[in-house]
């Protein structure tokens, strides 16, 4: 495979990208402008192989999963994201739901015997959901099954929560961590820079806030993630400014497990004119996040909002984890027009997906640790068992 990569890189005819990937070999940093540079002129087989052959320097043939489910507290929002599908303003709270403590402990006791390691938490900005009703919903919770990892609250869930509760992020985070949140998924992030921010999400915690509360997060000993919405508005100096702000800070913390860039999806939304990014583009995204973050250990695409398909067309572009079971009966990504309209799959199909594209299935917990290998593991044998279905 060395051969073959070097083969390719010394192939190259622009010295710009040949000199990228002499880098990349060499586990040498790029600078903003390369990955600028491998937007706008590599060809994606080029980039792709790059990012492949990353990908399998970091981990092999691995493709992390875990078995995890969603709960959306609400979709009820104050917020007017113009790409968001999924909420439902203050004022039309009629149109959305709101669950009850008592209800979302119901979604917890139905994996009851199952062998779920994860919850993760996240949905609208209600005014009335606020930090001591999110702190009293984690211990419940973690009374009732302390073993669940609860992965929750997005930055801008956060913002919201301290400030109406005038406490500092540190305060903040300090309280729900001590009731039992262990670590942060990745929205809220969208694109750091400000002006597109104010086209798209003018009214919710800025870049430099989400960037602040997860490095408090991470100065507490909790991991988390970080996404990036493409497609819209944004350029690709933004994107590589949203990386290299985040690479910043991964360079500085070392709190983040892995990058998820989000597809933006046009149905049902404020954005319907903006069409949809190609097959291609996609592929670029994720090969170019596998290049350019370095010191993220991981790169993960979200299946929902790709498809499974194009999820498993990931895997040889840089990507090495497919998320998880999910089970979102909420179906946010449905509602932005993905194609996955039941967004939940069974452990044997996930397995089955994974090995589809010959590549080694590995359950792990939400902080990479692997649970369990299937590369040796029959799906038809799995299928039997009523714990994997």
């Known amino acids: 495979m060395q051969t073959d990569i070097s083969a390719l890189i010394a192939a190259q005819q622009h010295e710009g990208l040949q000199a990228i990937g002499t880098k990349v070999l060499n586990h040498e940093r790029l600078t903003p402008a390369e990955g600028l540079l491998l937007f706008t002129d590599a060809p994606l087989a080029y980039v792709g192989a790059l990012a492949n052959w990353k990908r399998e320097q970091l981990h092999g043939n691995k493709t992390y999963f875990n078995r995890n489910f969603h709960i959306e507290p609400t979709n009820v929002c104050v917020f007017s994201c ?55 919903l984690l211990r419940q919770i973690k009374a009732y099954r ?49 002006e597109v921010r104010a086209k798209i999400c003018h009214d919710k915690v800025d870049g430099e806030g989400w960037l602040a509360i997860h490095k408090a997060a991470h100065q507490l000993g909790m991991h988390s993630n970080a996404t990036m919405l493409y497609g819209h508005y944004e350029t690709y100096e933004h994107r590589i400014d949203h990386m290299e702000k985040l690479r910043q ?56 909002m790709l498809g499974r398909h194009n999820a498993q067309l990931t895997l040889s572009f840089g990507v090495n984890d497919l998320d998880g079971t999910i089970d979102d009966t909420t179906k946010i990504y449905s509602m932005a027009g993905s194609e996955e309209q039941s967004p939940s799959l069974t452990t044997v199909q996930l397995v089955g997906l994974i090995q589809q594209v010959r590549r080694e299935p590995v359950e792990r917990d939400t902080l990479y640790n692997e649970i369990k290998n299937y590369k040796d593991v029959d799906v038809a044998t799995l299928a039997v068992n009523p714990l994997y279905n």
Not at 262 to 270: D, G
Not at 273 to 279: K, L, Q
Request: glycine share 6%; proline share 4%; aromatic share 12%.
């Open 146 to 194: 302390p073993d669940l990892h609860i992965k929750g609250f997005t930055a801008v869930e956060l913002d919201y929560m301290f400030r109406k509760a005038k406490l500092s992020v540190e305060e903040g985070l300090r309280v729900l961590h001590e009731a039992g949140l262990d670590s942060l998924p990745g929205g809220g992030a969208e694109i750091f820079d400000a």
């Open 249 to 304: 800070l991964q360079d500085e913390t070392k709190g983040f497990n892995t990058f998820i860039p989000l597809k933006f999806r046009n149905e049902n939304n404020e954005m319907s004119h903006i069409a949809e990014t190609s097959v291609i583009e996609d592929m670029k995204v994720y090969a170019v996040a596998r290049l350019y973050l370095d010191n993220f250990p991981h790169i993960k695409a979200y299946w929902p």
């Open 82 to 136: 113009k790409f968001c599908s999924y909420s439902r303003l203050y004022a039309h709270r009629e149109e959305g739901w709101e669950l009850s403590i008592d209800q979302m402990l119901d979604i917890v006791k139905k994996y009851d015997g199952k062998p779920v390691t994860e919850v993760h938490i996240v949905g609208g900005v209600h005014p009335k959901m606020n930090l001591n009703f999110f702190a009293d």
